[in-house]
């Protein structure tokens, strides 16, 4: 990557920072990258956007509600007094940048600086280039080609125990809801060596578990070997000896034997995996563009069972899209209650400027889709418990990650399945031992979406 960008910006020595972060894992993944970056640079990290001289929004435009969200936020930003530094530098990274570049500042003129979803790297001199003119300009690269990967940059990772590690960007599916093609560019793939390399590192820096990210995994190394290597990777990702590994986001359209293989024979790969549907009709599905039946994913889903009796599975659901029926979204609906998914994420329908679907004109009412979205959720949520019931009585292991928000003596983790575990914390401890470590928690509750037990033996 540039680094020489870093070189140049010796202005942002002393600078304070604060970075808010909107959207998927790639984003927390990017905020990292630009967080590493400014520490390189001299500045510091603060907690509140009062002490920050720069504020930095990383976006996701998958959805409307992010845009009025980052226009609320960004426009909130002039009330406040001046930044410690005397001026204070916003800037928008991210898909809302990459989709809209100068234009931006339509909605929110405060706005210093535009980044899109390859630019991490030219961040500090826009910050510098920011803070040294005087004229009302916004300073904006949104430059997609010959850019390298974002994991040459230097990290400043949310959790040392956790680590995001992205084995590709870019998307070739063009689902006709999904703007992520067009701000995110065409399917690129690391060299199979590199990922490796990158996860020994980790490794050895005291990371237990990653998360492989891409928008489209299962199609990793196309472009690079002309076929998909996931698998491959998976289990080369398995030697190193990392302890827990993860992935997202998967197309049921290329989750082929090969990878559910690799699933079940690496042991370090959790029984989780989250499988993306949007919806249960094939009529739908194809309206959606999305390469695959209900018989097909399905099918899909069998193999997974198969091969790893004890999976948990989670999804995306669209409730609305322009033309659902009723009989549509009742297949949706049977095809939750058939796979029985441990969680689930779930939407209404929004309507992206930009992608295909936008332009379908669509006449069921709000209300019917909102009774629609209900019926779902609750039904979402009567599968969870169930799910969650199987863990009752007996033990997990939680790979702790810090304490509750609302009881500090309360410990928060994540089993293999990726459910979350509470355990009060034990009498004269510090938390500060526990986080990290992998804890076995017998399991005394078991809610809809958490697991509460007690302590058992000792962490490591």
């Known amino acids: 990557m540039e680094r020489n960008f870093v070189a140049r910006a010796s202005k942002l020595v002393g600078k304070t920072y604060l970075i808010k972060t909107f959207g998927c894992q790639m984003n927390l993944h990017?905020?990292?990258?630009?967080?590493?970056?400014?520490?390189?640079?001299?500045?510091?990290e603060v907690a509140t956007f009062e002490e920050a001289d720069i504020v930095i929004f990383m976006t996701c435009s998958v959805r409307e509600k992010a845009d009025t969200h980052l226009y609320g936020a960004v426009s909130n930003l002039v009330t406040l007094p001046p930044s410690p530094c005397g001026k204070r530098v916003i800037a928008v990274g991210g898909c809302i940048a990459q989709r809209d570049g100068a234009k931006l500042r339509e909605h929110v003129p405060n706005v210093d600086v535009v980044f899109g979803t390859s630019a991490l790297a030219s961040v500090p001199e826009l910050l510098c280039e920011a803070f040294e003119s005087n004229d009302d300009e916004v300073?904006?690269?949104?430059?997609?080609?010959n850019r390298g990967f974002s994991t040459d940059l230097p990290s400043k990772r949310d959790q040392s125990f956790h680590a995001w590690v992205p084995i590709m960007t870019g998307c070739n599916n063009f689902?006709?809801?999904?703007i992520v093609p067009y701000v995110r560019g065409r399917e690129r793939s690391r060299v199979?060596?590199?990922?490796?390399?990158?996860?020994?590192?980790?490794?050895?820096?005291?990371?237990?578990?990653?998360t492989l990210l891409g928008q489209n995994v299962n199609s990793y190394g196309r472009d690079l070997y002309k076929k998909p290597c996931f698998a491959e990777l998976l289990r080369k990702v398995g030697e190193v000896g990392i302890e827990r590994i993860r992935f997202t986001s998967s197309n049921p359209k290329?989750?082929?034997?090969?990878?559910?293989?690799?699933?079940?024979?690496?042991?370090?790969?959790?029984?989780?995996?989250?499988?993306a549907v949007q919806s249960g009709s094939t009529r739908i599905l194809k309206a959606m563009h999305r390469s695959y039946t209900r018989e097909k994913y399905l099918e899909v889903i069998d193999h997974l069972k198969s091969a790893m009796p004890d999976i948990a599975l989670s999804t995306d659901i669209i409730v609305g899209f322009p033309g659902e029926t009723e009989e549509d979204f009742e297949e949706t609906l049977s095809l939750v209650r058939e796979v029985e998914y441990s969680s689930a994420f779930t939407f209404i329908y929004s309507k992206r400027p930009g992608t295909p679907a936008a332009n379908i004109e669509d006449t069921t009412p709000h209300e019917v889709i909102q009774q629609r979205f209900n019926r779902l959720t609750d039904l979402i949520e009567e599968l969870a418990y169930k799910a969650n019931q199987k863990e009752l009585h007996t033990l997990v292991t939680s790979l702790v990650e810090g304490t509750s928000?609302?009881?500090?003596?309360?410990?928060?983790?994540?089993?293999?399945?990726?459910?979350?575990?509470l355990f009060s914390l034990p009498k004269d401890a510090s938390a500060q031992d526990y986080i990290g470590k992998m804890c076995e928690?017998?399991?005394?509750?078991?809610?809809?979406?958490?697991?509460?037990?007690?302590?058992?033996?000792?962490?490591r």
């Open 254 to 275: 290329d989750l082929s034997d090969e990878t559910i293989a690799a699933m079940a024979e690496t042991p370090a790969v959790m029984p989780q995996l989250h499988l």
């Open 139 to 145: 300073f904006v690269d949104t430059i997609e080609k």
């Open 30 to 44: 990017d905020s990292e990258r630009v967080a590493g970056l400014l520490d390189d640079c001299g500045a510091n």
């Open 441 to 459: 928690v017998y399991v005394e509750e078991a809610k809809t979406w958490y697991l509460r037990g007690k302590l058992t033996g000792q962490p």
């Open 175 to 178: 689902c006709t809801f999904c």
């Open 192 to 210: 199979l060596e590199r990922v490796v390399d990158e996860v020994r590192r980790l490794k050895d820096d005291g990371v237990r578990e990653v």
């Open 405 to 421: 928000k609302k009881d500090s003596h309360v410990l928060v983790g994540h089993s293999p399945k990726n459910q979350t575990v």
